[in-house]
């Protein structure tokens, strides 16, 4: 049996046990009510202050087993709890039928008891089938003990007066309670499989529902991602300040033909990885990769004071991360990066495979940075420069051609 089913089925029988303590409690005030009511109208039973103790001590025992249900001790009890509180109140009700000299079983109660559990905790049809067993075996016990009758002289001289006219021989008694218990034990035994079944399916939804929003967190940052289930109209936003940084391996095509297609994509995995985990650590969102580039921003989707500071500790990492991996790969890549900073439009595009991406002249400008830039360096643009230039040492380049942009002023990160 699986064994997350029975860490649920042990919390699902503590719940439901606490409920059949409350309701067993109820229930059995009010025969105690019945009976006091009974016994002013003149028929009080025998040993009636006997019977009245053992039934304070049920309500006790009931009101007991609810409270250490509910207390941290109850983890390791559900089960004894489940036998003990319907053995206890069937062999005491049957002990007070017995004491006013009555040999016959009082089945009413047993009934009431093993139909109670079955529709309340139906789980178990082994506990199901315990307790009706012993139920039934403490009678003979009982009555054995009290009257001195054998079992064959239970059967045989003890006949049950119903209206005070017909006789229902104690066999019938127990052929009636017997198949009661056959179809409790099965019907537990059936909802069970089913239970289990379900509950099996239920997890391998939600794993595979937990699956899907790795997935989709893969592909779209957490608060796009929530924005989307919830909302069905076209999800775009702007953001004023940020700082995009665009990255690629210088020579990777070149490097890619000398090794096969398994190794070139374990080996760009590698260092794409890396950047990731930077990423993460410096507090930008990735954006994509295509091919051997790669791309991420600092402020979207949530406002970030120092994006231009943090995209720039994240380019300086990821040159010290390349070298890392020239070392340990025997390799000489270089990596070119470009960063630019100012506003830009952010939002999902597409129906399948969509993508989250960005659009505006800042991801222009960061484009242009990096394919105009140099391998092994970092290049800003002005506006990145303006937010950093107290911080870092940067080298002004020459007035450098931009396609699209015409001579445009950069800087780049001193060695």
Sequence with gaps: MNAEYIRWRSQFMRKRLQIVTVMSSICFFSFMIWQLVVSRKGQPPLNMHVSIALDFGIEALLIGAFLLLRSPFAKG???????????TIN???????????????????????????????????????????????????????????????????SPLLVAGKLEMPISLIFLFVGWICVMGDLSVYLYEQLQEREFIARKELEEQKERSERLLLNILPQSISDRLKLESNLI???????????????????????????????????????????????????????????????????????????????????????????????????????????????????????????????????????????????QVSETTYRYLRDRYHFEVRDRVEIKGKGAMTTYVLSS
């Excluded at 089960?79 to 003990?84: R, T």
């Design 91 to 157: 062999l005491t009700t049957q002990a007070n039928v017995s004491l006013t000299g009555i040999e016959t079983p009082f089945f009413i109660p047993w009934v009431l008891v093993f139909v109670a559990q079955v529709t309340i905790v139906p789980v178990c049809w082994r506990l199901h089938f315990a307790v009706q067993a012993i139920t039934i075996g403490s009678y003979f016990l009982l009555v054995t003990f009290l009257f001195g009758d054998s079992v064959s002289d239970i059967f045989t001289r």
């Design 236 to 378: 775009a936003d702007n953001f004023q300040d940020v700082s995009v940084l665009f990255a690629d391996i210088v020579g990777f095509t070149v490097f890619a033909e000398k090794f096969p297609p398994e190794e070139v994509v374990t080996f760009l995995n590698q260092i794409f990885s890396r950047f990731d985990v930077l990423a993460e650590r410096y507090g930008l969102e990735k954006i994509k990769t295509i091919g051997d580039a790669y791309m991420a921003v600092a402020g979207i989707p949530f406002a970030h004071k120092d994006h231009a500071q943090a995209t720039l500790e994240m380019a300086i990492a990821m040159q010290s991360e390349l070298a890392d991996f020239n070392r340990e790969y025997h390799q000489n890549l270089k990596i070119r990066i470009g960063i630019s900073s100012g506003p830009v439009v952010a939002g999902v595009i597409g129906i399948k495979k969509f993508t989250y991406d960005l659009w505006g002249d800042t991801v222009n400008t960061a484009s242009r940075m990096e394919s105009h830039g140099i391998a092994g360096y970092i």
């Design 77 to 87: 009890l559900i089960y004894p709890i489940f036998l003990l509180i319907p053995i």
